[in-house]
């Protein structure tokens, strides 16, 4: 993963007003990429191999205010 695309993850993070410490993500690659709620809070946020493309990048914003909105909930 470049640190292009960990800015770019952060950049949509901050803009959710997650702070940085419960945002965990990975330097390893996954084939489609992820984001989990973990046990301890925090959000892990896993990069596609190919990279964070635009549209991985809209997806992942979507999966991370499902995640925590359904966290706040329960």
Not at 40 to 69: F, H, N, S, Y
Request: aromatic share 2%; hydrophobic share 35%; charged share 30%.
């Amino acid at each position: 993963m470049r640190p292009e695309e960990v800015m770019k993850i952060l950049e949509i993070t901050d803009s959710l007003n997650l702070h940085r410490e419960k945002v965990f993500i990975p330097l390893q690659t996954e084939e489609n990429g992820t984001a989990t709620l973990q046990s301890d809070g925090r959000v892990r946020i896993v990069c596609p191999r190919e990279g964070a493309t635009e549209e991985w990048l809209k997806q992942l914003r979507i999966a991370i205010e499902t995640i925590t909105t359904k966290s706040r909930v329960n």
